[in-house]
């Protein structure tokens, strides 16, 4: 088959962070999370909140 296998859209690759954080500079107390590998649920979850 054309597909990837199904865990390759759960398993972070070797090297990469799961979760990864970077300040805004232009708005103090502000930041860009990035969240890799995640479905629908964590920005449910997020958003929640």
């Given at each position: 088959m054309?597909?990837?296998d199904?865990?390759?859209r759960?398993?972070?690759p070797?090297?990469?962070k799961k979760v990864s954080?970077?300040?805004d500079t232009k708005i103090i107390n502000?930041?860009?999370f990035t969240i890799e590998?995640?479905?629908?649920t964590i920005g449910n979850i997020l958003?929640?909140?």
């Open positions: 054309n597909a990837p199904r865990y390759e759960f398993v972070v070797e090297g990469t954080y970077e300040r502000a930041a860009s590998r995640e479905d629908h958003r929640m909140y």
